[in-house]
C-alpha cells in the first residue's frame, strides 16, 4: 500500500469514526450521565470491537456474506432491533442523580461486543477493506484494521468529551429527559442511511 492510499485510508476511518453513528451518540449520552472517565472503558471497547470485526470481515465473513446473502439480511433485523432496545434504554434512563450511585455505562466486553451489531460498524469495516483491501491479502487487511485502531479513540473521544460539556446543564431532570429523548431519537436515526432505508 503506497503512501496516497494510506493517507487515504486513515482519512476515511477518522471520518467514518468521527461521524454521528450508533456508537458516538451513545458515548455523548454516556459522557453526559456518566462522566468522561466512567466511559474511557466503552471508548476503548468501541476500539478493540471495530479492529476485530474489520479484521475478521477481511479474513473471511465478506467472502460468508457473498455466498449467503441471507445472512447479511439476518444480521440487519438482528441490528435494528438492538438498536431500538438500546435507543428505548436512553430515553428511559434514570435521573442524573442515580446515575452517580446505581447506573453503570457499558462496560469495555459489552462495546466490543455491540460492534458486532452494529450496522454503521459493518458498513464502515466492509467498506474500507473493498475499498482498500480489494485484493484481501493479510497484509492489506492488517492495514486497515490498524487504520481504524489508531484513529479511532481520539475520534470517538470528542463525543464522551461533549457529552460532559452538556452534563451541568443537565442538572435539571426536565433537561437531561429532553436530552436523552433527543439521543433515543438520532440514534434511531441513524439507521437511515447505514441501511438505506427508504431508497
Known amino acids: 500500500m503506497n503512501f496516497p492510499t494510506l493517507a487515504a485510508l486513515l ?5 467514518t469514526t468521527a461521524t454521528p453513528g450508533p456508537n458516538n451518540l451513545m458515548l455523548m449520552a454516556s459522557g453526559a450521565n456518566f462522566g468522561f472517565r466512567r466511559t474511557v472503558p466503552h471508548m476503548i471497547g468501541i476500539v478493540g470491537g471495530l479492529t476485530v470485526l474489520t479484521l475478521m470481515a477481511g479474513i473471511g465473513l465478506m467472502a460468508l456474506f457473498d455466498a449467503f446473502p441471507l445472512l447479511r439480511n439476518v444480521l440487519e433485523v438482528i ?21 452517580a450511585t446505581g447506573g453503570q455505562p457499558m462496560t469495555f466486553w459489552q462495546a466490543a ?3 458486532w451489531v452494529n450496522p454503521k460498524a459493518w458498513a464502515m469495516g466492509l467498506s474500507a477493506i473493498t475499498l482498500y483491501a480489494p485484493d484481501r491479502s493479510l497484509l492489506s487487511i492488517m492495514l486497515v484494521a490498524a487504520a481504524f485502531a489508531l484513529v479511532c479513540f ?5 463525543w464522551a468529551w461533549l457529552g460532559t460539556v452538556v452534563r451541568q446543564w443537565l442538572s435539571s431532570a426536565r ?5 436523552n429523548i433527543a439521543m433515543a431519537a438520532l440514534l434511531v436515526a441513524s439507521l ?8
Open 11 to 15: 482519512g476515511f476511518a477518522l471520518v
Open 79 to 99: 441490528s435494528i432491533g438492538y438498536l431500538l432496545w438500546l435507543a428505548w434504554k436512553v430515553a428511559t434512563a434514570a435521573p442524573l442523580k442515580d446515575t
Open 113 to 115: 461486543a455491540f460492534q
Open 154 to 158: 481520539p475520534a470517538i473521544s470528542i
Open 175 to 179: 433537561r437531561r429527559r429532553a436530552f
Open 192 to 199: 437511515y442511511p447505514v441501511l438505506g432505508i427508504g431508497g
